[in-house]
């Protein structure tokens, strides 16, 4: 088995990638890389810029913003959205919990799979929702 079709089948268990046909998949497979981390390392740090977003495939990670946890992110969960969207700096810091696989699209590659998948494009922007909530409440509690 070659490595595009294990990616395909890492990509098929991600529920953000639900929507995606075959087609659809084998085509993120290969535009898209793996990369494993081991527990305390810096997926990405905050204030760099941003050129890739990211989707756990197995282990977890927390979010960091200036040393303190803000969330924590598990197998299927994506980061690394937000500096693509806005073109800003990263807003926090991930860091690998435990060993960690992620699945990595860079920017152009990101951006034709949010164009061409509307139920992608929903998905995002419901979890983004949820964590904007998760902060206000955290912000006012
Ligand atoms: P980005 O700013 O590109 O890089 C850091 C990432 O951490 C950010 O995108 C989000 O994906 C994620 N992130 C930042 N703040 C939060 C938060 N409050 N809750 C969950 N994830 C976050």
Known sequence: MGEEQTNADLFAAVPLFKGLGPNELK????????????AGDYIVR???????????????????KRGKTVAKLHRGDFFGEMALLDNQPRSAAVVAEDSTKC?????????ALVSNNKKIARALLEEMAKRLRAANEALTN
Do not use: D, H
């Open 46 to 64: 905050e204030g760099e810029a941003g050129l890739g977003f990211y989707v756990i495939a197995s282990g977890q990670a927390t979010v960091r």
């Open 27 to 38: 085509s993120l497979s290969s535009t898209s890389k793996t990369v494993q981390f081991k």
């Open 103 to 111: 699945i990595i699209l860079l920017r152009w590659n990101f951006w």
